[in-house]
């Protein structure tokens, strides 16, 4: 490991703080390097806060080392104003002697615009360092800004013997197939991922939340499948609590925190759903609904990852499961198993 991966690979540990609360900007990690030793570090704030390289040339005490250091970016730093400043800008500022980064910013008001202003204040600019790594972390980034979707992670338990849900149930609450532990590393996919989507026959049968319980973190925005207004208005999704949209085939007015938009459902419906959640400028989204909900995203080959939690229960007859094909990695939690699918 050469010495610039070794402090790109810092920036990508530092960059993860951001996942969950930088959103819709990338969560970004810098770091600060004075021969061979880090004395500033960054990570992207809150949206509307600093970027991350504010936050590292902030850390350091004595700014008169600035000028003979190098500063470390997962991603290219911007050149236009925002919520904040360009923060090529501000690196020109400090006369920094070098600038090391993982991968090229792909959203037009950027796109190498940061490292020609960098070049031209005669600074040293080394580009693609652990590009495919920086990349991978800012994978809904660039989602967001080339596909004009969200970043579509597919979840679902199933049992054992492939069903998603009992065939019938007794009470209007979910039916846990996974154990304890599966179900907090649900909650802390929630937290880091910007919103979440059930249809109809979800909230009818389980009444969900949709919400971070079990984690620390913010709630992801809520996003219902309601096609004709069929959701009770005391269920939970509709109590005002959380962000919520909800997509049905005609639009009604909003209601306190929740929204209404209008899709036709006899048209591909996966990809309308994105076309709201991007005007939205929502980066990420969790598919938590059942098999139709699921499905339809499957055959519209509209997801990145699936997350696929297999339990220790069995059901006798249920609801089947939906099928996925293509390589996946498995990891053991407890008596579950966890199937992770990439659609590449």
Known sequence: MTNHEFYIKRCLQIAKNGIGTARPNPSVGAVIVFENKIIGEGFTSKYGGNHAEVNAIASVKNKKLLSAA???????????????????????????????????????LVAGKGIERLKKANIEVVVGVLEKECKEHHKRFFTNQEKKRPYIILKWAETTNGFIAPETKSEQKPVFISNNY?????????????????????????????????WFGENPIRVVLDKNLRIAENSYVLDGSIQ??????????????????????????????????HKHQIQS??????????????????WDEAHVFVGSTTFEKGVKAPVLKGTFTEINIKNDSLKKYKND
């Open 244 to 277: 919520t949209i909800v997509i049905s085939e005609n639009k009604q007015k909003p209601i306190k925190n929740v929204i209404f938009e209008s899709i036709d459902f006899s048209k591909k419906v996966a990809s309308q759903i994105c076309s709201i959640l």
């Open 285 to 302: 989204l969790i598919v938590e609904g059942g098999t139709k909900t699921l499905q339809t995203f499957i055959n519209e080959n509209l």
């Open 182 to 214: 599966s179900q907090q590393l649900v909650h802390k996919l929630r937290a880091k991922e910007h919103a979440i989507l059930v249809g109809t026959n979800t909230v009818i049968a389980d009444n969900p939340k949709l919400n971070v319980r079990s």
């Open 70 to 108: 190098t500063i470390y970016v997962t991603l290219e730093p911007c050149s236009h104003f925002g919520k904040t400043p360009p923060c090529a800008d501000l690196i020109v500022k400090h006369n920094f002697k070098k600038v090391v980064i993982g991968c090229v910013d792909s959203n037009e």
